[in-house]
């Protein structure tokens, strides 16, 4: 048999929940506020069928643009034959969840204004960028008084 090309086709994995995370919602999920700018990520809840976006925007990152008592209005950019097309989708709160995407960022700013504020009062220069990790320094082996030693696997043996 052909098979289908529906709605939800192929998403047998994708709008299951996960082990120990059945039956009902948890509360927190209906308690979180959302508000026009936020950044959010879709992931669907298989448990609510309504307010259920296309499987395409499972696991995309988009922008409120709208807020209603029960759903969020959502953007998102999608990649249409190399150009990028806004998508507006309404969503409900149970397939939506705040994005961790900005905190490191915003806690580095944060930190970033504290060491330069400190070395202004300090009047010297401080480097705020990030830096990638340096390789390690070079080390030198003495082999006086620590002799090398080989290592062969330890014999396999079927004593009973």
């Known amino acids: 048999m052909p098979?289908?090309?529906g709605l939800r086709a192929r998403t047998r994995h994708?709008?299951?929940?996960?082990?120990?995370e059945k039956g009902m919602i948890r509360l927190s999920?209906?308690?979180?506020?959302?508000?026009?700018?936020?950044?959010?990520?879709?992931?669907?809840?298989?448990?609510?069928?309504?307010g259920m976006p296309h499987k395409y925007y499972h696991g995309k990152t988009g922008i409120v643009y709208n807020v209603t008592k029960s759903s969020v209005g959502v953007i998102f950019y999608k990649v249409v034959n190399g150009r990028y097309l806004e998508k507006r989708v309404n969503v409900r709160i149970e397939h939506v969840?705040?994005?961790?995407?900005r905190d490191d960022f915003l806690r580095r700013v944060k930190e970033n204004a504290r060491r330069?504020?400190?070395?202004?009062?300090?009047?010297e220069t401080?480097?705020?960028?990030?830096?990638?990790?340096?390789p390690r320094e070079a080390?030198?082996?003495?082999?006086?008084?620590?002799?090398?030693?080989?290592l062969h696997p330890a014999a396999y043996e079927t004593y009973i």
Do not use: M, W
């Not at 330069?116 to 009047?123: D, F, I």
């Not at 401080?126 to 340096?134: D, E, S």
């Open 126 to 134: 401080v480097l705020l960028k990030r830096l990638p990790a340096a």
């Open 139 to 150: 080390r030198t082996v003495q082999t006086e008084g620590n002799a090398p030693e080989n």
């Open 3 to 5: 098979h289908s090309f």
């Open 97 to 101: 969840k705040h994005s961790k995407c």
């Open 116 to 123: 330069n504020k400190e070395a202004k009062a300090k009047g």
């Open 29 to 50: 999920t209906y308690l979180k506020t959302y508000k026009v700018g936020d950044i959010v990520d879709v992931a669907v809840n298989g448990a609510v069928q309504k």
């Open 14 to 20: 994708a709008f299951a929940r996960n082990f120990r």
